[in-house]
């Protein structure tokens, strides 16, 4: 299992309980592990009460974070900066406030959650990371955000001169530079130590754009962990023609989850608990976690 292990799929289908239920177990088996989540419905404080934008341990080997939008620009403001500003509004129409234009760019709060994730994995503090990634559409333009900001600094040369004249004290070249290698260095986290687990549920929309979703990080280059089909009705059904039908329909989709990704399938239970809590989600990640050498649908 890679360092980074990233959690996506269409929104709603178990993202956070499957991220959490993951993270949990791995602490428990002794590994020192950050739960970070930039899903903003805030489903996490459910699981672990009183997470916020600060990393909070919440038990032996396990620390949480909820990054915020907010959070994570002003973290970035902090750091960079009055020079972030100024690069920023020179490459953009001037009569519109500073502060809304790095908020505005394409791509920009991406790169700085992903800033974020590269730092925590350099730390040296952490030897798993898992992240609750925001749902899929948000997740693959995160992973356009990357190539869109290479494009971008490809272009460095005529950007240094564009601003020299206009930065003072600042060195164009050097800041260019930072921010050339910062996304190199995302880039390669991305491809060489993040693996992304993939979740569904068995129904059409999730599947469809599970498997999509698939597809494109392969094509990013971001190897598949596990593709988790989550949510599964038991076979002992109540003699019901509604669950009957469901049920069908479920298998038929999970015959297309289990085609598009053979190798990494894990099936999780749909769970009859009120509330998901640490004994439920501890059944999920012994399943997550049961087999990694393949397929458990079989
Ligand atoms: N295996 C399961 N059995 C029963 N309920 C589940 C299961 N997995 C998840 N749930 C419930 O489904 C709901 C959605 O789950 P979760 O919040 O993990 O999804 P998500 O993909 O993170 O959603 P979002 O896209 O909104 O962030 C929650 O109420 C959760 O408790
Ligand atoms: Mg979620």
């Known amino acids: 299992m890679r360092a980074l292990t990233l959690i996506t799929g269409k929104g709603g289908v178990g993202k956070t309980t499957v991220a959490s239920a993951l993270a949990l177990e791995l602490s428990r088996r002794g590994k020192e592990v950050l739960l970070v989540s930039t899903d903003p419905s805030g489903a996490l404080a459910q699981i672990f009460p009183g997470v916020g934008d600060e990393v909070r341990r919440v038990a032996k080997g396990l620390s949480v974070v909820e990054l915020t939008r907010r959070a994570v620009l002003a973290r970035w403001r902090r750091r960079f900066g009055e020079e972030i500003y100024q690069v920023v509004s020179s490459l953009l129409p001037l009569e519109r406030d500073v502060l809304d234009y790095i908020e505005g760019v394409p791509g920009i709060e991406q790169e700085f959650m992903l800033s974020y994730l590269l730092e925590a994995a350099n730390s040296g503090e952490y030897a798993q990371i898992v992240w609750d990634a925001a749902p899929t559409a948000a997740t693959l333009s995160l992973l356009e955000a990357q190539r869109l ?20 004290g600042a060195d164009p070249s050097q800041l260019i530079e930072g921010w050339r290698r910062l996304t190199l260095d995302i880039l390669e986290m991305l491809r060489t130590r993040s693996e992304a687990w993939v979740v569904a549920q068995p ?31 038991p076979e002992d059904c109540p003699r019901c023609g509604p669950y009957q039908s469901k049920l069908a329909r479920q298998r ?47």
Not at 155 to 166: E, N, S, T, V
Not at 216 to 229: D, N, Q, S, T
Request: hydrophobic letters at 40%; proline letters at 4%.
């Open 252 to 298: 038929r989709w999970a015959e297309s989850w289990y085609a598009g990704c053979p190798q990494n399938s894990v099936t999780l239970p749909e769970l009859t608990k009120e509330t998901i809590d640490r004994e439920a989600l501890r059944e999920l990640a012994l399943l997550l976690l049961e087999d990694d050498s393949g397929s458990t649908h079989a």
């Open 203 to 233: 129904e059409r929309l999730p599947v469809v754009q599970g498997l999509e979703l698939m597809q494109a990080l392969r094509e990013f280059g971001i190897p598949l962990g596990k593709a988790v089909l989550n949510r599964f009705l």
């Open 149 to 168: 900001f290479y494009s971008h600094l490809t272009q460095a040369h005529k950007l240094y001169l564009k601003l020299r004249g206009y930065l003072k």
